[in-house]
């Protein structure tokens, strides 16, 4: 079970886990129709497509409102549990870019820099009732089906952190991916080729607003449960890798990265990730923001040696594309991109 989190390199993750899966004809839970399990509702076994009571999976990975009791329907009771965290000033300044034209409560935020304006007075941009306002707001406790409203001295908000220890077997974190993927390939005793990356659902470097120490600390409190949660786990991960081997750690790390750069080399037209308009292949195309293009994507080497082409194809299609192939009915991703592409970009 992989709880794909918002804004946190989980696209990144899903990519390695669908090209996993499919080498090793795996079963797959997807969602019906749409690429996520109807989020923001919280995630039921029903949604899963062609569900049947007794069903069993062997990989559970989109998009969901987590409820541990509903997944559990799913799997084996061995069946492993990971996710990925993020500093959450980083993810909020992500999810805020991202989704901000999604939630009508940020539309009468005047000026160049509604991040600024937004934090100097979130109290007044924000009602938990409002449409798309868990957004705005401890947007981690949010996907883990929790109260996104609590405040962080709120006692609940350790137990709830608690409780989801008991159920996660492995917390990667964006900050330390490398890290994170060997503790992954440790943990499912997985090969070094099962891990290798291209960062996939990146923005462009404009479009990313650099925060003020004085902003930096109001968003920390603003998502000051989100906050919590990712010290917990951070402890717990460095406690791990003490576990692991400091030196073996940055041993793995370093081949890793090298193993990267190889298949960037390998695969990558211009060596990295670039605008959507210069894409060629529209299979590349990465899923937009409402109302701009600010994802990046890759063109993949037209004179790929032939017996690599089937590799970067794959671990250069973005998580829509993959969908796709892997037989997934997206008619309603598609609706809606259609519409938000035709209707609302400028
Ligand atoms: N390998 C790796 N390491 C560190 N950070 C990475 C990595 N891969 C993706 N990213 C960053 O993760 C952000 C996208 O997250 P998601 O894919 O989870 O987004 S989504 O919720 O599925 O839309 C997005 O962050 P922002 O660019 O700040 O928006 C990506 O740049």
Request: aromatic fraction near 10%; glycine fraction near 8%.
């Given at each position: 079970m992989f709880m794909k989190t918002h804004k946190t390199a989980s696209s990144t993750i899903l990519n390695i886990l669908f090209r996993f899966g499919e080498k090793h004809h795996l079963k797959f839970a997807f969602p019906n129709?749409?690429?996520?399990?109807?989020?923001?509702?919280p995630f039921l076994c029903?949604?899963?497509?062609d569900y049947r009571p007794g069903d069993c999976f062997n990989i559970v990975c989109n998009h969901m409102r987590f409820d541990h009791h509903e997944v559990a329907k799913?799997?084996?009771?061995?069946a492993v549990y990971i996710t990925i965290l993020r500093d959450p000033v980083a993810l909020f300044e992500s999810a805020f870019d991202y989704y901000h034209r999604l939630?009508?409560?940020?539309?009468?935020?005047?000026?160049?820099?509604k991040l600024a304006e937004f934090l100097n007075n979130p109290q007044s941009f924000y009602r938990s009732a409002a449409f798309n306002s868990f957004y705005l707001k401890n947007l981690l406790f949010f996907d883990f089906?929790?109260?996104?409203?609590?405040?962080?001295?709120?006692?609940r908000v350790m137990s709830d952190i608690q409780n989801l220890s008991k159920h996660f077997h492995l917390v990667l974190f964006a900050e330390y991916f490398d890290e994170s993927l060997v503790l992954l390939k440790d943990t499912l005793c997985w090969t070094t080729e099962d891990i290798l990356y291209f960062k996939i659902n990146a923005r462009r470097s404009s479009s990313v607003s650099h925060l003020t120490p004085e902003l930096r600390a109001k968003a920390l409190q603003w998502n000051g449960a989100d906050w919590r949660l990712y010290q917990h786990f951070n402890a717990s991960f460095w406690a791990r890798v003490e576990a692991y081997g400091r030196d073996r750690m940055k041993q793995e790390v370093k081949e890793l990265r090298r193993r990267n750069s190889e298949m960037q080399d390998i695969c990558i037209e211009d060596g990295g990730a670039v605008e959507a308009r210069k894409i060629q292949d529209r299979h590349f195309q990465p899923w937009q923001p409402l109302g701009e293009s600010s994802i990046l994507g890759y063109n993949m080497k037209k004179n790929v040696d032939p017996k690599f082409r089937t590799i970067c194809e794959k671990m250069l299609t973005p998580e829509i594309q993959y969908l796709s192939d892997l037989g997934v009915s997206l008619w309603l991703t598609r609706l809606w991109g259609w519409l938000k592409d035709a209707v609302f970009t400028v």
């Open positions: 129709g749409r690429n996520d399990f109807f989020y923001p509702s029903s949604q899963v497509k799913l799997l084996p009771p061995d939630v009508p409560l940020t539309w009468r935020i005047d000026g160049e820099n089906g929790l109260d996104n409203d609590l405040e962080a001295d709120d006692p």
